[in-house]
């Protein structure tokens, strides 16, 4: 059998046959590295402020989340969210977490660096708060007394519909603008009677019964939002990264339905327990990409709650004459989905 001229010359063959197909495999799995090694993860500044609804980009960084997706974030934490305001009027960074009270005061003012709004983060109902010291005890008991708001945040906006709650308006209180950070000190030091602010810079204040919290924005459900926005040059020119960003936004809400240790992350990174980070959460609504889909779409909520936001600044005295509004793109969405 081993003499076999036939069996040598078939088993000859076998072996040629399958160092070749070993050989193709290698040069296979060698060329398919080259392309992973070239093709290497985009970068993308986030940046990031302390509210619970603006953590889900930091959990997939801190997950590797984004390197799964193509993408390589860089969480930029700003302790004053108005800074992340400032930074993108400056050009500094191509797209922000911000409120839409926000996004409209910004167009309003640097209509050239007006932004393109392509993701709800999340609708307060009950996040956002107004809260007065205990010995004031209602809205009532706010005429003529000093109130503590950051001007850019839904400070105002806030303040103004409790006021309007009880038949009052701004005129009726001494407004006193300051940094969220600052609001809780002053509260306790009797500085201001009250303040507009909200997690985690109303948790101490309000925990330690200093101030009792008198209206939240539960009591005005669609009203506000807190969405992603994205310069337009960079949209234009980078729609699949902005549609990769999406899609990874939703992987991390995803994460963090089924795995506890990623609420207590998020809860460490904002420097507080898991249990006040879960019970801010609950003041907060958030939807999934599908869900978005008619929100986004031309004409939808979103749109129209830009416009109210704009005609009640105006009313404040917050925007004066005509004003751009943002731009509301569900394209990045529409390709997320696919």
Known sequence: MAGDPRLTLTFGKTRVKGLRRRIAAAAAAFLGLGLVACRRPTEVTVPIASWPGYEYFHLAHARQLDQAAGLSLTPLVYPDPQDIVKAFEQGRISLAQLTTVEVVDLCSRLPQRCPVVVLILDESRGGDKLAVRRSIGSIDGLRGQRVGVTPTTLGPYVLSRALASRGMTLADVRIVPMPLADMGRRL????????????????AVLADGTAVEVFNSSRIPGEIFDVLVVDRAFYRANPATVAALLRLW???????????????????????????????????????????????????????????????????????????LPAVSDTALRQALQ
């Open 188 to 203: 306790a030091s009797g500085e201001i009677e009250a303040a507009a602010f909200f997690p985690p810079f109303s948790d």
């Open 250 to 324: 939703q992987q991390a809400h995803d994460l963090a339905r089924r795995d506890p240790s990623a609420l207590a992350l998020m809860a460490e990174r904002e420097g507080v327990s898991p249990a006040v980070f879960r019970e801010s959460e609950r003041g907060l609504v958030y939807r999934s990409l599908q869900q978005q889909k008619p929100l986004l779409a031309p004409g939808g909520l979103l749109q129209r709650n830009l416009a109210a936001v704009q005609t009640v600044q105006k009313q404040l005295g917050m925007i004066s004459g005509s004003a751009v």
